[in-house]
């Protein structure tokens, strides 16, 4: 993921964030976001709903350990937080298999190359 993208994250989402420059000793967050720019919104609203959870009370704290593509689909790994969170990470992982990983458009077909899950318009590429 582009840097930008990646500071915004953790600038939106310090909490969730907090592990990103720890030693790589401590958590697979020092590799950063190990997947494609068109992720970001899935990611980005994932954490918007884990924080408003958390702020309200009805989740316990939630911190990110590794997040990166695995199979064509989001793997975003935590520590703390509740059922309710799985569940959301589990739908985040579902929308990430009919996302481009490239441009973040609805996939009409699944096109895996070198792991990634491309629209046809960024395989074409
Ligand atoms: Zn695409």
């Not at 199979?71 to 298999?97: C, M, P, V």
Request: glycine content about 6%; overall charge negative; aromatic content about 6%.
């Amino acid at each position: 993921m582009r840097q930008e993208l990646d500071d915004l994250l953790c600038q939106l989402y310090p909490e969730i964030f907090r592990d990103r420059h720890k030693d790589k000793y401590e958590t697979s967050m020092c590799w950063g976001f190990c997947c494609d720019d068109g992720w970001f919104d899935i990611i980005d609203s994932l954490c918007a709903t884990i924080t408003a959870q958390v702020k309200a009370g009805k989740m316990p704290p939630v911190v990110a350990s590794q997040v990166k593509e695995k199979i064509g689909t989001l793997r975003f790994r935590i520590l703390g937080g509740n059922d309710e969170t799985h569940r959301l990470i589990e739908l985040a992982r579902q929308k990430s298999e009919v996302t481009c990983e490239e441009c973040g458009r609805p996939v009409e077909r699944r096109i895996i190359e070198a792991g990634s899950i491309l629209c046809s318009a960024c395989s074409d590429k």
